[in-house]
Structures are given as structure tokens and as C-alpha cells.
């Protein structure tokens, strides 16, 4: 069970007041019917499955309903940092 | 038998308890286990083994049991596999063991065939041969373990959850140690000492005989600690009787707590929890878990008072016990010394068998032959004589020859009626190999030690290395002040110096491995699963080499004791057998949870009523109160009929469905999502979630839509209303609400920030009231003056304000049913009242209120879908042919819509939504029936059923391969019936709109 720290909240709560919301960064393709059916399956099915520290998203669902950014390690579990999503956020740079 | 002068740290001899075990009556101390007790009383078994049905005894006294496993009490407090040796005696208690040992066993008949058991047996004759199914209840039956729980848990059973700046756990020497230089150091730091025995101080009780100052200080110790406690309730925390279980990420500790006392285990009134689960968020964790003695190896290791030299130990200090009169002790470690001088100093005869020979001398021994006792160093037993207790040894002369054992000269015979080994200790790792720490092997101690240096975490005390108990001290004094420094209390260490045997073990030899005895029969490694040395030589000749493989393919460790007392020697004997290092076989993996943990104790408080929370509208009690049976929908609790005196739910549906049909019917629809959509984008991004298109969509109107995910297929469905252009209300599906909310806030927040849109759940807020059918003009124009029903002023799919029977409301003319119908939406605290004024004004058409079986009847009839019954997350909008709600001129590629295009969701053979009319008019198909080709093979699935009353005829909707392209045609659709058994039933393939095709009926009566 995790300790996550609510950027909005400002406080660590129980991970039972999160959902995870799978890796962060994958932008949704500006024009879908541009790109070949590969293109489009990598958006939709690919991940990376990284080993490391690695991010992803999260929602306080049970608390602000607020998405945020974890950069968590997939081998200890320890949570490297968070941060809000910025306003054009798919082009944040951490 | 029970020592007569022994006075007692833990048992209170004046109090004495009655208590059963096996169907015998016995008479026990306040203060005994159940195994010291019965011990006392010269009861010695405990069991039948697992697979050969061999008669087992007590190895142990403490956790790491492996064959007392016995069921305690009956009916509702009954609870299956507890070890006896953690069973707190109280006066009542009734226990039978696990699996019966004195009951007939059929076992005994193939006790000839034990060398055609090896590991992989089962596997090999029965699963191999396909006729596991068969065999499979008679065999569970033999194993040895307790029958679940047939009746209902009477306890009650917490959760307490805990925040601490430092946990300790294992309060042994070390631990207590620990605990106190923190506190002594600190002066608002919380700490929280976690210990499974009943008492405070370990391994120390046995040290208290031969050692003044060990008693002295743990006297001492114990009582500054609890003067903490009186203190600052807030600043320390003891938990006893309880196991620390499980250690997760960021320093979560689970604690299961036994609570053991008389009354809240006989006394039927007692609410007080049984067990409680502690849940601890700490930032330092110190671990001093102590560590398990090993057994000996040798043939007929598994008789009957064969036990572990410290646990007998144990049992003569803490319990004044003992189950012999003339003692073999046998070991390869300095321990067996202290455990003889204590039998002999309470007049015990014992003999010691040292596999290792003679060095240097040693004092202790020096000191027990002056006395007379037999001390035979270089020895080595090699077999136990007797058909279930314990009669005597075959010992051979043993040697170290460079890195192997030998076995050598003539076998001499010594009797004993109690055998006590020691193969040296394996530090309890377990927890903190849960949090992902690497153990390693110490050539030292010959045992696993854990990783050096993490973060957040120290170990000290025997876990770490440390033998003697003066040393485990002064190590955990050392190791807490890491902890103080880490939490910035301290910032200069003053550390002790350990003595120089510190990391010597008590001295242990090599693991004693030799081959002569490995391969004899019956030397047993897991007692509980019958996992022998020849099982894991077996393993290793059919070809495994990782321990993890060795451990499946014999089962070694997988019993309820997880191989506390096994495992280490199974992983010296693979390392003997494979010719390789210990370090380089390594362990199993440690996962929680350390013990087992009652389901009743993960549950808590949370059944019953509070296993889920559940959701009623605010007209609940109204259904209630008119005999409505219900179903739950998302932890919605909807009428599903209202059953009239009599009738049952076939005919009450029938009644439902004609009056929605005929004349008119009402209806709860408030659990139903809705979503609040607001904000200058509001439509743009209806447009983005929906297939169909939303910009024209104007105030006053309504349209139904289609929500797909990226992958194309369909997730939702739900009517939305133009309140005006920058407000929206989406409905949703009664299950669907949660998740469509939070996928639309996904996209909002993480990909379209741009957009100003705002959403808010707002289905708890109105309640909605559905009056459907043919007469419903005529009653709404009876509960509400300010608004125009005239059908062409206030058309399908449109919406007004109005005042309802006095009430704001927000009237929708949309259907679900295809007849004509009205939905009041009203503020949720007014719809008790709103539907108790539908229900009499509409009396003059006898308004008829139905529950979610008419409501899908009603739409099957109809040809609408229900997401998630009709569509299982695989469909996509052309598969239920509705390509008609796809938009071709969107300008934002719509969430799905790229995927529609995609090759394998444009074939021919997918699963498409038709109609099937059974020939037979009068048989209703069962859903989930398989419909299949002319091989018999499956080509798609019944998805609802019915049987339509105003059709009178059965109608059903399926998935069936290519369906779309099959209208006409007939197929098969095979069905178990109670009576006739397996039967096919020939359907027709048909459109799935089977009443008013062409709509008709929308526009009602007037
Ligand atoms: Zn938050």
C-alpha cells in the first residue's frame, strides 16, 4: 500500500484514495486518420512496460478527482516525485 | 510431564483450566499453550502426515510448528489449522487435531507403497492420466489439514490503523533493547514493539536458570518499557499476541493480534474482537525477528518426541515441561551444551552427540562430563529407532574430511525416549525479504543473513547474527541509534563495542549433509507436506536446478508453516546434490503472509451490511411498502418487480409489461448517472465523447448517444439534454456512472485542458420519476399546468421546464420502452413525494408500477441495447448495427473512431447483435445458451431472453458470427433442460426490433 502525495491536496494519503491511470505521456495522435494502423495501434495498445523509475498517472478519486504525474520506481515502489499536469500538458517537460 | 518444583515467569500454577482436546479431558495452567499443556499431560500426538499418514508429534513450541495443526472449537467460532503451539490456554478450550491421529486411516493400507510415492506422484498417475477429476475429493480427504468452516463466524473481528515513528519488531533481548534506547534518546517519538509470544523476552527465558543477570535484566527492561506505556499512551505501544505479517512498500506493517481470554472465546454475548489486524504506516523500522532453529537430518527424523533442542528447552523454562526421562541431545552447534546442562540441572538424563569432534575445549563441556554426562564428540546419528515415539539412535563415528562429511565405523545403539536437535539457526528474514531485501549467505553462522544496508530499516539481534544475548543487546542499542539519527534525533552515535564471538552463531559447523544419510529413507525435510531428501534428489535427476523449480516440483515449504524448520536444510541438501555453494542455490522467495491470517480478521467489520455500501433512491421505502422484490445494479438497490399477492415473477412482469403496453405504467429511473456538463466547450466535447453529432443539438432537446473507448468498442449509452449551450446533462448507465465520470475527466484534465469544460456527478441530486404509455399525455397534463404536452409543441426527444404537482421539474419526453413516456426530473428530496401523486392520479388509467425485469423486456421488445448485457467490451456500434449513430462529418476525430477502420474490426465473421425467434413460440432460451453451427461448434451467444406478453411469444437477442448477414436464416441453439437433459433448439435469425417496427407508438393516445 502506497503513500502518494496529492499535488492539489497538498497532503500523502492512503492509496486507497487513488486510482492509477496508466503511463503518463502517451498523446493522443493529432490526426488519427493521418497515421498507417500501426501508428495508431502503438497509441492505443503500446506501453513500455519500463523497468525503472518511470512515469505515470494518477487520480485522487476518492479526494479532489484532481490527475497528476508520479514518477515512481517499478522496482522498489518508491515514489520519486509528482507533479501537476501542466496546461498544454502532453508537451510537459520534467 | 510437568517438573514438580518449577516456578515460572510465564505459567501461574494456582490457576488451574479444564479444556478437550481430541475428545479427552485435561486439566491445564493459566499461562500453557495448548502443545505445553497436553505436553504435560504426556499426550504426544498431534497428527497424521500429509501424504504417508505417519504418526507426528511436536517438533517445536513456538511458530514454526510443523505438524500440530489442529481446528479449535466448533460451530461459529470454529477455525481451522491453528498450531498448538500458539494456542493460549484458557479454561473451556476444545481442540481436535487437524487430521486425527488416532482415528482409522486408510492410509495404513498403503503404507507398503510409500517408495512409489515420490514427489510428483499425484501428477504423474492421476493428472497425466486425465482421472485427477475422479480421484481428486477422496485424496484432499487424506491430507492433514482441518475441513473449512461450514457455519457462519460469531466474532467480531477490527481493524486499527497506526502511525508510528518507529516499529520494532520481535520483542526478544533485542528488540526490547531497541525500543528502549529509542525512547531513552527521544522525547516525542512514537514506537510501537510488536512480539507474537504472550510475554515480553524471547529466546532470553531460557538463558534464565543458567544466567542471573539475564532474568535480572530482562525484569528491569521489561518493566522500564512498560513504565512508558503508564506514562504517555501515545509515546509506546506493546502489542503481544501478535504477528507481524506482511511488510509493504513505504513501511506499511500488517500486525495480526490474537486476543485470548476466556470470555471472548466461550462467552456467546462477548462482543469484543476476537482478532485484530493493525495496520502501521511507520517511518524507521527496526527488525529483530529472532531466528528458528533447524533440525538434524537422519532416517526416521519424523518420530514422535523428536523435537528442536531449543523449543525443548522452551518448554522446561516457560512451562516447567518436559516429555522425556532419558534425553538425546544431538547437534553440530554450541546450543546442545546449554540445553544439556539445563536437563541436567533439573535432574534429567541426557546424553550429547556432537557431529563435530574436539578442538579446543570447551568450559561448558569440561563442566558437564566433571559432572556426568555423556558428551560423544565426532559422532553423528544416522537413524531413529521406534514405530511412532522415539526409542532410541543408531549413532556412527563422523568426521570433516576438506568440505565433506564421512560417515564411518560401527553403528552403536543409544536409547532415550526424547530426542533434541539442533542443525543450527536461520535468521527470520521473511519480512524483510517481503519489501524486496536480497538475503546472503554467511559462511559464519551457515545461514542466510539480510542485505546490510537499506533504508528506513535496521536489524539486530539473532536476525542479524548475534548469537549470545549480551550481544544481541548491545547490537540493537547500536542499531537504534541509526534510527535516531536517521529521524534527525540524534545527531552523535555513541556506539558499544560487541563482544568478539558476535558473529559467530553459537558456533555452528558445516550444514551436516553427507550423502550416506541423504540417501537413506524417511529423512524428512518438510514435515508438514512428507518432502523427503530422496524427493529433492529426484527433483534434481529429472532435471531441475533452481530451488524455485525444486520447491514446486516437491512441494517443500508450501505447507501452512511455509518451511520455517525445512527449508534451509532442503536448500543445503540441492546444494550438496547439485555440487554447488549455498549462496549460489539462494532461497526461496519470502512473500506474505508470514502466518496465516483469518478471513474473518481481513475482513473486519466490513460484512454484512458493510461489506459494500449500498445506494437506495429517495422512493425506496415507497417500493418497499408496495411488496417490490429488488436487485442490486451498481450497489443500487432497484425494484426489479412489484408482485402482487399470489403471483410470482413471470406473472407479475406479464401484468407490468401490458399496462406500460396498453394503458400506463411508472417507473423509478433515479439511478440512472447523470453528469453536469458545463462551461463554454460543452458541446464540443459531447462531440468528442459520442459518436453522433451535438453542435446543432438545441435548447429544449434531447438525443440519445453512443460512448466508445480508443479501441473502438462501445462503453456507454445514455440520453443527454441541451439545457442551453454551455449546459449539458448526460445520463448514463445505472452501472456505467463512475467510470464513464472518470474517463471523461481523464480526457478533460490530461489531453483536452484547453477545453473549458466543468463536470460534476450530479446523480444523487435529482430524482426522476418515468410515466410510460399510451395514456401518459393525459396524465401529465393533469400533474402539470405550465407546460404545453400537445404533441406537436412538445415532441420526442425534447424537454421543458415545469412545475410538477408544485415542484420545479424538468420534464423529458424520451422512451425506453417505445411507447409514449415522460420522465420528472425533480430535486431528489421531492421524489417520494412526486411519485406518490403520480401514482394517484394516474389510479383512472390504473398506473401500474414496474420494476427492471419489465424495463428489459420492454426494450428487447423494442431492439435496445443494454451496455454491458447485450455488448460485452469487445463490441463496437457496427456490431450491434448501429453504424447509423456514427457521424461521417465531425471535424475532431471522435474518441473510437480511428479504430473503426481498423482491419480486424471490419471482417465479415464478428460477433453481431440479431434477434432469435424460437420455432417453438413458447420457449424462452436460457442467456449465455451457445448457438451453434451444423458441427456443433459454437458460432455465437444468447444475450437476453424473454418472453414478450404483448408478442405472446418467447424473443431473444444473440451475438451471433456474421449474424447481420444471416437474417432468415435458422439456427441452433443448444440448452440443458432439467428434464430432457441436453437439447437444440431451432431459432430463427431475425431482426432485433420485434414490436412497432416502424414507431408507431411514440406519439401515444391523446
Ligand atoms: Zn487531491
Redesign the pocket.
Known sequence: MLLIH?P??KESRDQSEFSPAGEAFIARPKNPEGISDEEWADYVFYRTNHKGNHWEQWV?AN??R?YFLVERSTISHQILQVAPFGARNNETEL | MRLAQHSSHQVDYSKSLNFIFNNKRYKGYEGDTLASALLANDSFLFARSFKYGRKRGLMAAGVEEPNALVSLEIGGRYTPNLKATEITLYDGLSAVSASNPNAFDMRAFIKPLHRFMPAGFYYKTFIKQKVWAKVEDSIRAFSGFSKAPTEEDVDVYDHIFHHAEVVVIGGGAAGISAALEVLNNSEKERVILVDERSQLGGELFNEFSSDEAAMTWHKDSVNRLLSFSNKDSERFTLLTQSTAYAWHDQNFIEVLETITTAESLTSSESQKARKIVHRIRAKEVILATGAHERPMLFEANDLTNIMLSQSVRRYLHEYGVISGKKVVIYGNNDSIYSTAKDLHVNDIECIVVDVRSSEKPIEIISELKDSGVKVLQGYSIVKALGSHRVKGVEIKQTMLQGNSWQVFGDTETLSCDLLATSGGFNPVVHLDCHNGAKTYFDEVSQSFLPQQDRDNREVCGAVAGAGAWQDAIIDAKNKAQFTLNALGVVSKLTQEILSENYSNFFNVSQFFTPKEILNMPKVFLDLQNDVTTLDVALSIREGYRSIEHIKRYTAMGFGTDQGKTGNINGIAVAAELLEIPMSEVGTTTFRPAYTGVDFGAMAGREIGDFFDPQRYTTIHDSHVASGAEFEVVGQWYRPWYYPKTGENMHQAVHRECLAARTSLGMMDASTLGKIDVQGSDAREFLSRVYTNAWMKLAPGSCRYGLMCNEKGMIIDDGVSACINNNHFIMTTTTGGAASVYSALEMWLQTEWSDLDVHLNSVTDQYSTVAVVGPNARKLMKLLCQDVDFERENFKFMQWRQGTVCGVDARIMRISFSGELAYEINVEANYGRYIWDQVAITGEQWNITPYGTESMHVLRAEKGYIIVGQDTDGSMTPMDVNMSWILAKDKSFSYVGRRSFSISALCTEDRLQLVGLMTKDSSTVLPEGANAIDNKGKSIGYVTSSYFSPILNRSIAMAQIKGGLSKIGETVLVKIVQKKQGLKEIPCEISSSVFYDIEGEKVDGND
Request: glycine letters at 14%; charged letters at 15%; aromatic letters at 14%.
Open positions: 496529492c492539489y491536496c485522487h479526494g479532489c484532481k
